[in-house]
Antibody, heavy 123, light 107 residues
Framework: EVQLVESGGGLVQPGGSLRLSCAAS????????MHWIRQAPGKGLEYVSA????????YYANSVQGRFTISRDNSKNTLYLQMGSLRAEDMAVYYC????????????????WGQGTLVTVSS | DIQMTQSPSTLSASVGDRVTITCRAS??????LAWYQQKPGKAPKLLIY???SLESGVPSRFSGSGSGTEFTLSISSLQPDDFATYYC?????????FGGGTKVEIK
């Protein structure tokens, strides 16, 4: 069974840092690009960042470019999001998600999501 | 970035009703569109990919159609478990972008 379990969320002051983790199991983690998507309280979904299966080619939303860093450790089946210079508008539930694959190709829609971890930015 | 616009934002319906949700893209996305269902406190669940392909395990009362810039998600006979918020998402170009959501409420 595919499982994605996020951790690391919590309360942080504006300007602070936090590292999120996403532990994957039930599939060959090293074969899939992975994404972070967030959802502010009562709001819609927003793409945050992506990383290739091998750990290269990181992509970031303009809203987090230069402040967030995505990485992965395929030996530990874990995805990370290092968040810095946090702002009130970064407050959200952060989900890790797996790209879906069909017919030998993979696409940036998501067939498995974690349960999410809440990041609260407040003084 | 490609903008995705969903309508309506809220929909009130009864069990057994047929409901349709519309999603429009600001430019052509071919058929690279997904639909998700989200319930309060839960992660989104993939329902439809490539505009009309039903994800494994999703009931056949859900269907998707469209191409280019206009898409629809239909539920043929609304069930109690279907009251939720639905999102469309384009993956034709980076970054992937989502519609604002449609909340399906009990009438």
């Amino acid at each position: 069974e595919v499982q994605l379990v996020e951790s690391g969320g919590g309360l942080v002051q504006p300007g602070g840092s936090l590292r999120l983790s996403c532990a994957a199991s039930g599939f060959t983690f090293s074969s899939y690009a992975m994404h972070w998507i967030r959802q502010a309280p009562g709001k819609g979904l927003e793409y945050v960042s992506a990383i290739s299966s091998a750990g290269g080619s990181p992509y970031y939303a303009n809203s987090v470019q230069g402040r967030f860093t995505i990485s992965r450790d395929n030996s530990k089946n874990t995805l990370y999001l290092q968040m810095g210079s946090l702002r009130a508008e970064d407050m959200a539930v952060y989900y890790c998600a797996r790209r879906y694959c069909s017919g030998g190709s993979c696409y940036s829609a998501y067939d498995y999501w974690g349960q999410g971890t809440l990041v609260t930015v407040s003084s | 970035d490609i903008q995705m616009t969903q309508s309506p934002s809220t929909l009130s319906a009864s069990v057994g009703d047929r409901v349709t949700i519309t999603c429009r893209a600001s430019q052509s996305i071919s058929s690279w569109l997904a639909w998700y269902q989200q319930k309060p406190g839960k992660a989104p669940k993939l329902l439809i990919y490539k505009a009309s392909s039903l994800e494994s395990g999703v009931p056949s009362r859900f269907s998707g159609s469209g191409s280019g810039t206009e898409f629809t998600l239909s539920i043929s006979s609304l069930q109690p478990d279907d009251f939720a918020t639905y999102y469309c998402q384009q993956y034709n170009s980076f970054p992937p972008t989502f519609g604002g959501g449609t909340k399906v409420e009990i009438k």
